[in-house]
């Protein structure tokens, strides 16, 4: 098997809240140790409610800001502690597309413009002619006029700035596209459109897709593998079709029975969680999902569980994979 084009490795991103001379420092323990990889060619869907750390964990890998421990290796190098003056090639090599399409293209600037600005800043263009040609093609990729190429951000419709926003990151040729809620604002139809071109844009270019989303619904669509993140930590991984069919921890059987089922008639049995995502500033201790879990016993409120592997290949970090199968809840389904 050949080594994955992204490792990372125990991440942890602590934010330091105010403090002072006399005041203990606090911290915001946003990720506090995920390891995950991501394959060439491969889409890893990284799944979670509002803030379980799946954002920070796409910002620290795009190097937008100092990680607090861990590694993040791309292609077998690390870029978490590389100096700010040499992040040029991964930025080149590590696109983003953001949530908002509105906010994230700068509107004094003419569409040629934006997708002309990482061509020239990563000098992929040979000559004014080759640059033209590399913008024309971006739109036919993105499947958008290529008369618009002079309008303004604000001529476009949200899914049409969401195409722009895609063109931009593929500009600068790319191995891996972080796809930060990129779907998350636009109206139902309009995401199914954008997640087909992404896929089969990733299909064609043979592109590395971490795509960050709380919808899980979205996600069944277009991802190889899900991961699952709850309040800093990921709390299991498995190919996408294994982990709908039969999840193998409790929160992604929860998110999972939100999630409609296609076949007529068909149901999940619907899972209300009980209380409200615990602080990152004072997680709990043991398992983090411990004060909102219907299965949790004693041990959960002491021991944290290891991510590892279940009698299904899963991963997933939950006590009640050391029991027998028929005192299993999550087998026994
Ligand atoms: Fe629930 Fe315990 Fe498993 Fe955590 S370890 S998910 S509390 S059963």
Same mark, same amino acid.
Request: aromatic fraction near 8%; charge should be positive; hydrophobic fraction near 45%.
């Given at each position: 098997m050949s080594a994955p084009l992204l490792e990372v490795n125990d991440l942890k991103k602590h934010f330091q809240l105010?403090?002072?001379? !006399?005041? $203990?420092?606090?911290? @915001?323990?946003? @990720?506090?140790? @995920? *390891? !995950? #990889?991501i394959a060439r060619g491969e889409t890893l869907a990284l799944v979670g409610e509002s803030g379980c750390g799946k954002s920070t964990v796409g910002r620290a890998i795009l190097r937008l800001f100092d990680i607090t421990a861990g590694q993040v290796v791309l292609d077998g190098r690390r870029i978490d502690d590389l100096p700010a003056g040499t992040l040029r090639p991964l930025r080149r090599r590590v696109q983003v597309v953001f949530q908002d399409p509105f906010s994230s293209l700068n509107p004094r600037m003419r569409v040629r413009d934006i997708l002309a600005e990482p061509i020239r800043n990563f000098g992929l263009a040979n000559s004014a002619r080759d640059l033209d040609a590399r913008i024309a093609a971006l739109m036919d990729k993105v499947r958008l006029p290529r008369d618009a190429i002079d309008r303004w951000p604000h001529e476009f419709s949200g899914g049409q700035r969401q195409r722009i926003? /895609?063109? %931009?990151? +593929?500009a600068a040729e790319p191995d891996l596209i972080v796809c930060d809620e990129a779907v998350s604002a636009l109206d139902v139809s309009v995401k199914a459109q954008i997640v087909n071109l992404l896929q089969d844009i990733q299909q064609e270019l043979g592109l590395a897709l971490l795509f960050i989303s709380h919808d899980l619904a979205i996600v069944e669509h277009m991802t190889h593998r899900v991961a699952v993140m709850y309040l800093g930590k990921i709390v299991e991984v498995a190919p996408k079709r294994a982990i709908f069919a039969a999840p193998r921890h409790p929160y992604t059987k929860a998110l +999972?029975?939100?999630?409609?089922? =296609?076949e007529p008639g068909a149901? %999940?049995? %619907? /899972? /209300? +969680? $009980?209380?409200? @995502?615990? *602080? =990152? /500033? #004072? =997680? =709990?201790k043991g398992c983090r999902f411990h004060t909102r879990c219907p299965y949790a016993f004693d041990r959960c409120r002491s021991e944290e569980p290891a991510l590892r592997p279940t009698e299904t290949g899963h991963l997933a970090a939950c006590h009640l994979h050391d029991l027998p199968d028929a005192q299993n809840p999550m087998v026994a389904m």
């Open positions: 105010g403090g002072g001379l !006399f005041r $203990k420092r606090a911290f @915001v323990y946003a @990720v506090d140790g @995920v *390891s !995950f #990889t926003g /895609i063109a %931009r990151a +593929l +999972l029975s939100a999630v409609p089922v =296609p149901a %999940r049995e %619907r /899972i /209300i +969680l $009980k209380g409200d @995502v615990p *602080s =990152p /500033i #004072t =997680p =709990p």
